[in-house]
């Protein structure tokens, strides 16, 4: 069973910036893509980034290039550097995996990200 534990969520000013970690253990098979998704109350969860292995990332249209996502292959490690947060960008932080060959998806626990005006 791969298990995902994420760090780094926190409470921060309008314009402040956190990192977030997320390590994976427990998987037999490679990890194909690593991202992150959030949820704000009371909206559907959505995507803010996801790199696949030896691929490039995609980012959530509300990024803007304010956030950067980045892989540790060795310490089966994703991170998400987010910069200029804003308000709106509040809410729980779940790290996600593709594992294996059919790609089976696993969650994290989520962390929580607070941005204060």
């Known amino acids: 069973q791969v298990q995902l534990v994420e760090s780094g969520g926190g409470l921060v000013q309008a314009g402040g910036s956190l990192r977030l970690s997320c390590a994976a253990s427990g998987n037999r098979f490679s990890i194909n893509a690593m991202g992150w998704y959030r949820q704000a109350p009371g909206k559907q969860r959505e995507l803010v980034a996801v790199m696949p292995s030896g691929g490039s990332a995609n980012y959530g249209d509300f990024v803007k290039g304010r956030f950067t996502i980045s892989r540790d292959y060795a310490k089966n490690t994703v991170y998400l550097q987010m910069n200029s947060l804003k308000p709106e960008d509040t809410g729980v932080y779940y790290c996600?995996?593709?594992?294996?060959?059919?790609?089976?998806?696993?969650w994290g626990q989520g962390t929580q990200v607070t941005v204060s005006s």
């Open positions: 996600r995996a593709a594992v294996g060959p059919l790609r089976t998806i696993y």
